[in-house]
T-cell receptor, first 111, second 112 residues
Framework: NAGVTQTPKFQVLKTGQSMTLQCAQDMNHNSMYWYRQDPGMGLRLIYY???????DKGEVPNGYNVSRLNKREFSLRLESAAPSQTSVYFCASSIGTAEAFFGQGTRLTVV | LAKTTQPISMDSYEGQEVNITCSHN???????ITWYQQFPSQGPRFIIQGYKTKVTNEVASLFIPADRKSSTLSLPRVSLSDTAVYYC?????????????FGAGTILRVKS
């Protein structure tokens, strides 16, 4: 049982480049989330999707876009990466309750 | 979502019981209290959730007083592997789950 799978696990980008972080869950969950975690800090919510077909901004949405492709997949796109977006990105899913399951994270460095 | 306040960090020794308190003075009637654990280089993991009094599972206990303005996560006989960040979240168990907002958490360091 894979749970929440994020790809890639590591990525280095140059300033101004774009990329998409992929997230897929196999638990038939309704809700999916994207967070970023800077070194020594807590998680900050970027975007979330309460159900297939809906997305909403979280605490720090600027510089990001998301797509809820289907019930399983929720992608996060950086259109023009900046050094301030260097962080660890976590995807999570839940059935709609407060019990969420997290992926292993994507470590992104923007140089 | 109700705002929560936790200690920034705590130190303990192996074999001790650790209690981490979370303050949530503005908790609403329908809100539940949920705790997560995060090990270094991993995503957070759900530990326990409760509404009032006491909840216990194989990992921890959660104590909630009658006024529900605070809660205490209790870890019995901690080991080095319990070194982690612990987050307290407050909100409705359904619907609120659509916007899970984490605070800074409490860094627990367990020493030998």
């Amino acid at each position: 049982n894979a749970g929440v799978t994020q790809t890639p696990k590591f990525q280095v980008l140059k300033t101004g480049q774009s990329m998409t972080l992929q997230c897929a869950q196999d638990m038939n969950h309704n809700s999916m989330y994207w967070y970023r975690q800077d070194p020594g800090m807590g998680l900050r919510l970027i975007y979330y999707s309460a159900s297939e077909g809906t997305t909403d901004k979280g605490e720090v949405p600027n510089g990001y876009n998301v797509s809820r492709l289907n019930k399983r997949e929720f992608s996060l796109r950086l259109e023009s990466a900046a050094p301030s977006q260097t962080s660890v990105y976590f995807c999570a899913s839940s059935i709609g309750t407060a019990e969420a399951f997290f992926g292993q994270g994507t470590r992104l460095t923007v140089v | 979502l109700a705002k929560t306040t936790q200690p920034i960090s705590m130190d303990s020794y192996e074999g001790q019981e650790v209690n981490i308190t979370c303050s949530h003075n503005n908790i609403a009637t329908n809100d539940y209290i949920t705790w997560y654990q995060q090990f270094p280089s991993q995503g957070p993991r759900f530990i326990i959730q409760g509404y009032k009094t006491k909840v216990t599972n194989e990992v921890a206990s959660l104590f909630i007083p009658a006024d529900r303005k605070s809660s205490t996560l209790s870890l019995p006989r901690v080991s080095l592997s319990d070194t982690a960040v612990y987050y307290c979240l407050v909100g409705e168990p359904r619907g609120y789950g659509n916007k899970l907002v984490f605070g800074a958490g409490t860094i627990l360091r367990v020493k030998s």
